[in-house]
């Protein structure tokens, strides 16, 4: 009784600390946003129009931004949350491709609800038709750059991995970290679009993952 006491402390310290950082991130978060849509966001995506100009170039980053998109891995995730789930029998790892679908899922949802609330143009139409803020409550696509779909999907689906295995935490952090940047220089969005989707994504991810573990399912064996 008293390991089991100990090690329900353990993880609901774990959970308080993960809630504080939360709280404290969010500000500061926010606050770059504001500051980098009035003083950064133009500078960069001028920036990365000019020095990624070259055709071969900016195919093979958008070659490489296109493994943000969620319809990567959310059938992968379900597949395998099937296959340990009703045929092989393994608890966790049916937990783990449940983890990753809801993960990547979740967060999307709430980008898509956050596009729509803001209706941010693309970077695209600041170059063509010189049109830079917010059409608010619009969901076409070039008022949907804020805050970028595929940041959300790639930082949710790495985070979730580390959440897994996190022994391989260094790759996970550099596949996260080439994917959203790709985004940023081949001007499909702005740096603070990429800062609050992968925001988003962190946040929902750690949620569901305490929620999964006080609902008795845990994605570590």
Aim: net charge positive; glycine share 6%; charged share 20%.
């Amino acid at each position: 009784m008293e390991t089991h006491h100990n090690g329900n402390d353990s993880s609901r310290i774990s959970f308080d600390k993960a809630k504080k950082l939360l709280l404290i991130s969010f500000p500061i978060v926010v606050l770059f946003c504001i500051i980098g849509y009035f003083f950064i966001d133009l500078i960069v995506a001028k920036y990365c129009a000019s020095i990624f100009a070259d055709i071969k170039i900016r195919r093979i980053l958008k070659d490489i931004s296109k493994l943000g998109l969620a319809t990567f891995y959310l059938p992968f995730a379900a597949i395998s949350f099937v296959f340990f789930r009703f045929i092989k029998k393994k608890k966790v790892w049916s937990n783990r491709g449940l983890f990753v679908f809801l993960s990547i899922s979740f967060s999307g949802i709430l980008v898509i609800i956050l596009k729509f609330i803001f209706g941010r143009y693309r970077p695209r139409m600041f170059f063509k038709e010189q049109l830079y803020g917010f059409q608010f409550f619009q969901l076409k696509g070039k008022l949907t750059s804020f805050p970028s779909g595929h940041a959300s999907t790639i930082v949710a689906l790495m985070l979730s991995l580390y959440f897994i295995s996190p022994k391989y935490r260094a790759i996970y952090f550099a596949i996260a970290l080439v994917i959203v940047i790709s985004r940023v220089l081949v001007c499909h969005h702005y740096l603070t679009d990429v800062v609050f989707g992968g925001y988003v994504a962190a946040v929902t991810t750690v949620c569901l993952k305490y929620y999964m573990e006080k609902k008795g399912l845990p994605i570590q064996e």
